[in-house]
């Protein structure tokens, strides 16, 4: 059983900052890309930011130069660091794990592991 363990989120106003890690195991770490999906209700979920064993990532257009994913080898975690946050941010962030990335942002159907989910509040 392979988990994905998320932290961090929470409420923020518009323009603040907030940090999302995800660890999992040292195999799942290793060999898979890693990042963040996004979701709001009624609403299909979003790529948001990936990160591959090598460091190469990716982000969706509406979070670069914001948002910057990083990896912690020390503790098999993925790091997403939020900066200048908008309203337009908020969504349930849901860490996940598909086998490649191949230097685009995964499909939905390419993931094989996923986080519990971390809510993401931003305020204007």
């Known amino acids: 059983q392979v988990e994905l363990v998320e932290s961090g989120g929470g409420s923020v106003q518009s323009g603040g900052s907030l940090t999302l890690s995800c660890t999992t195991s040292e195999y799942v770490y290793d060999a898979y890309c890693m990042g963040w999906f996004r979701q709001i209700p009624g609403k299909e979920r979003e790529a948001v930011a990936f990160?591959?064993?090598?460091?190469?990532?990716t982000y969706a257009e509406s979070v670069k130069g914001r948002f910057t994913i990083s990896r912690d080898n020390a503790q098999n975690m993925v790091v997403l660091q939020m900066n200048s946050l908008k309203p337009e941010d908020t969504a349930m962030y849901l860490c996940a794990s598909p086998p490649v990335c191949g230097g685009h942002l995964p499909p939905l159907i390419a993931v094989g592991y996923w986080g519990q989910g971390t809510q993401v509040t931003v305020s204007s």
């Open positions: 990160i591959e064993p090598d460091g190469t990532t």
